[in-house]
């Protein structure tokens, strides 16, 4: 779960999630993002989304 929103998923995030393992995270401008459930299938991964949300912004040398 992360508590920080970005404007893309972040390639460490994405590269660190095991196979069947799941990532909460906020995506999208800070004035409206979307929730996305991101499941690790194997080599691919399924995104499902969820309402709109505000959060703090994303921090780091990942961030865009």
């Known amino acids: 779960m992360v ?5 893309t998923l972040p390639t460490a995030y994405q ?3 095991a196979d069947g393992g799941r ?6 401008p ?3 993002q979307q929730m996305f459930r991101i ?3 194997g080599l691919s991964s399924i995104a499902t989304t ?3 949300f505000g959060f ?8 865009n």
């Open 3 to 7: 508590a920080a929103g970005a404007e």
């Open 15 to 17: 590269n660190q999630l």
């Open 23 to 28: 990532l909460i995270i906020p995506i999208g």
């Open 30 to 32: 800070p004035s409206h």
């Open 39 to 41: 499941t690790r299938r």
């Open 50 to 52: 969820s309402a709109a």
């Open 56 to 63: 703090v912004p994303l921090v780091g040398s990942e961030s």
